[in-house]
């Protein structure tokens, strides 16, 4: 099946530091690659929608100078978190399909701690 | 705008008792609606998906859902759990063509041995 690759997993920085997370589709060629936000006991939010070779639409309150996504490859995507704070800390998912009648796969996710 | 509303946020049940999470969504136009599960410490799976056909949709693992279109609903049944069912479930919408998915805020199923 499609398998979608997030890392790294976890990750703890200092305030104010820039953090990258990156998602990969590792068998398949992900058109489309999705950034979402899960906070604890809540759903996920999505973030932004980024197309390969395409600049990410972003959702309505999600800061693009903030959360930077590049999504130069079929196969990358990254989402740069620049400046974090701790109002920053969350867990952060992201998925892929290659077909919008298709359903997303998902990565394990990365959970952001700025102390 | 989409939405979808999951009508309990925690159920807790015995190994064999039977299981209905309720979903219900809005949305203007011809939707595609899925469940997906996610088991502790891993990422999220697909169960089953509605996009046209017959509105009873089996899925892995045992699991069905059912789709309602005068209900707008897409309630997900199971016949008897398994203490390995235990994990959070979500409900999804996406229009049909479309690849931005919204979701519920999640079902945490607690399957006591």
């Known amino acids: 099946g499609a398998v979608v690759s997030q890392h790294p997993s976890w990750v703890i920085c200092k305030s104010g530091t820039s953090v990258k997370i990156e998602c990969r589709s590792l068998?398949?060629?992900?058109?489309?690659m999705f950034w979402y936000r899960q906070f604890p006991k809540q759903s996920l939010m999505l973030m932004a929608t980024s197309n390969e070779g395409s600049k990410a639409t972003y959702e309505q309150g999600v800061e693009k100078d903030k959360f930077l996504i590049n999504h130069a490859s079929l196969t990358l995507s990254t989402l740069t978190v620049t400046s974090a704070h701790p109002e920053d800390s969350s867990f952060y998912i992201c998925?892929?399909?290659?077909?919008?009648?298709?359903?997303?796969?998902f990565g394990d996710g990365t959970r952001l701690s700025i102390l | 705008a989409q939405s979808v509303s999951q009508h309990n946020h925690h159920v807790i049940l015995s190994e064999a008792a039977s299981l209905e999470l309720g979903c219900n969504y809005s949305?203007?136009?011809?939707?595609?609606l899925f469940w997906y599960v996610q088991y502790p410490g891993q990422h999220l799976q697909l169960l089953l998906k509605y996009f046209s056909g017959d509105p009873l949709v089996k899925g892995i693992k045992g699991f069905e859902a059912e789709f309602i279109k005068s209900k707008f609903s897409f309630n997900l049944r199971k016949p008897s759990v398994q203490w390995s069912d235990t994990a959070e479930y979500f409900c999804?919408?996406?229009?049909?063509?479309?690849?931005?998915?919204?979701f519920g805020k999640g079902t945490m199923l607690l399957v006591s041995p």
């Open positions: 949305y203007g136009g011809t939707v595609n």
């Open positions: 999804a919408v996406k229009g049909s063509g479309y690849s931005t998915l919204t």
């Open positions: 998925s892929a399909t290659d077909r919008a009648d298709q359903p997303q796969h």
């Open positions: 068998d398949f060629q992900a058109t489309t």
